[in-house]
């Protein structure tokens, strides 16, 4: 599988970049650590994700080898599924980094996997949660969070409210961290707002740095 990863500007100068996809991933505790971030933003961001089950490998074989394939195949980025750091994970963060790779952290906003509902969306206490792990991914040495699953369920009406407060939660977000923010949106949302499920480009672009619409 491949996503399109589009460099947002505060003007709404949008460029098309491919982002190579792989299926790994991690869920683990958070640890406090304060590590080294990245000195650039590459130009071109092609990388690979790394799921949760291979983050949480004891043995973190295969997790360097995708890593030292990337970099075999000239991509020059990572998204690392993020639910908390540890020491195992941390390591294989680092390792990352060392091989000089851009390192973004996906967060998944929603957990069910099929969009959510009002009440579900407006749940504080889910905002806070997702907005502690970004500031934990930032001072792991992150140098990218990436919001997934950040969207209402695809059924029902169309609606401004759905975008609003999805919007709201965008702004919050980025607010709270200093690294760049994106988010993953439905491929459709690319070329027209699709308010079903709260999505919209045409203002979500003024308050985040990337977006990366599936394919």
């Avoid at 983050?55 to 080898?65: I, L, N, Q």
């Avoid at 991509?75 to 639910?83: K, P």
Wanted: proline fraction near 2%; glycine fraction near 6%.
């Amino acid at each position: 599988d491949s996503m399109f990863r589009l460099e947002l500007s505060r003007c709404m100068n949008v460029r098309v970049l491919w982002k190579v996809l792989v299926v790994m991933l991690m869920a683990v505790s958070v640890l406090t650590f304060t590590g080294q971030r990245s000195s650039a933003r590459p130009d071109k961001i092609k990388g690979v994700y790394v799921s949760i089950w291979t983050m949480k490998m004891g043995d973190d074989t295969r997790f360097r080898s995708v890593v030292d394939g990337a970099k075999t195949h000239g991509l020059n980025s990572v998204v690392l599924d993020y639910e908390g750091s540890s020491k195992l994970y941390l390591n294989k963060l680092k390792y990352a980094k060392k091989e000089g790779l851009y390192t973004i952290a996906r967060i998944v906003v929603f957990e069910d996997g099929r969009g959510a509902t009002f009440e579900q969306i407006k749940d504080r206490t889910n905002w806070n949660r997702k907005i502690a792990l970004a500031k934990d991914a930032q001072n792991a040495g992150f140098d990218e969070v990436q919001y997934d699953y950040i969207r209402f369920e695809d059924a029902g009406n169309a609606s401004f409210k759905k975008r609003e407060t999805i919007e709201a939660f965008l702004r919050e977000a980025k607010a709270a961290v200093s690294i760049p923010v994106g988010i993953d949106v439905f491929g459709s949302v690319a070329y027209q707002p699709h308010l079903v499920i709260g999505q919209d480009l045409t203002t979500f672009s003024d308050i985040i740095d990337a977006v990366s619409p599936m394919l």
